[in-house]
């Protein structure tokens, strides 16, 4: 069994950055790779960033593209979103989830993960 806890959420202006922070747990041995997803208010899930160890190859949602960056320590189960240049529509719940297993879903798809975490609110004001 793999935990997943996430910080680093907040209040900021739009412009401004934040940086997230997740780390992983008890069963990672197995670990392919980490992701983030992201819930706007009234929407589903979405695909935010992601990273796969081998070759650490990093994924992005194009809203994001140039803005934030994945970065992954794979000794440590941990890795990090730093937000720049964020916008009201950044708003979100912002959920860590590792891909523990081989999963024939896309590192963009929800459905290649299997553990999550509780999420981090993220809020960018106008």
């Known amino acids: 069994q793999v935990q997943v806890v996430e910080s680093g959420g907040g209040l900021v202006q739009a412009g401004g950055s934040l940086r997230l922070s997740c780390a992983a747990s008890?069963?990672?041995?197995?670990?392919?790779?980490m992701g983030w997803f992201r819930r706007p208010p009234g929407k589903e899930r979405e695909f935010v960033a992601a990273?796969?160890?081998?070759?650490?190859?990093?994924y992005y949602t194009d809203s994001v593209k140039g803005r934030f960056t994945i970065l992954g320590d794979y000794a440590k189960n941990t890795v990090d979103l730093q937000m720049n240049s964020l916008k009201p529509e950044d708003t979100a719940v912002y959920y860590c989830?590792?891909?523990?297993?081989?999963?024939?879903?896309?590192?963009?798809?929800?459905?290649?993960?299997?553990?999550w975490g509780q999420g981090t609110q993220v809020t960018v004001s106008s």
């Open positions: 008890g069963r990672t041995f197995t670990n392919y790779g």
């Open positions: 989830a590792t891909r523990s297993a081989y999963s024939p879903y896309l590192y963009q798809s929800v459905d290649g993960y299997d553990s």
């Open positions: 990273i796969k160890w081998s070759r650490s190859t990093t």
